[in-house]
Nanobody, 121 residues
Framework: QVQLVESGGGSVQAGESLRLTCVAS????????VAWYRQAPGRHRDFVAA???????NYVDTVRGRFDISRDTAKNTLYLQMNNLMPEDTAVYYC???????????????WGQGTQVIVSS
């Protein structure tokens, strides 16, 4: 059973920072690309940032230069450093991992339950 658990969300003022953490646990053989998505009230879940197993990163334009995604492969942990937060960053943030739970298994996407980020102006 694979589990992804996010933490680090909270309520902050505009211009402040937060660091989100996502820990993957359970039966894991290989983790490929991992990513953060977010969902604001009344909106679809949108892509925020991703990092491949090789360390290549990609960001949505609205966060590029303010957010930094990183991973600790040895700890099966994903991070999202969010700086200069804006009210429009308010959302539930979800991590996702494309992984194999055991040797020979197909790659499959797993999702966490989300962590709330609220940014006040």
């Amino acid at each position: 059973q694979v589990q992804l658990v996010e933490s680090g969300g909270g309520s902050v003022q505009a211009g402040e920072s937060l660091r989100l953490t996502c820990v993957a646990s359970g039966r894991i053989f290989y983790i490929g690309t991992v990513a953060w998505y977010r969902q604001a009230p009344g909106r679809h879940r949108d892509f925020v940032a991703a990092i491949t197993s090789g360390g290549a990163t990609n960001y949505v334009d609205t966060v590029r230069g303010r957010f930094d995604i990183s991973r600790d492969t040895a700890k099966n942990t994903l991070y999202l450093q969010m700086n200069n937060l804006m009210p429009e960053d308010t959302a539930v943030y979800y991590c996702t991992a494309n992984l194999r739970p055991f040797y020979g298994a197909r790659l499959k996407d797993y999702w966490g339950q989300g962590t709330q980020v609220i940014v006040s102006s």
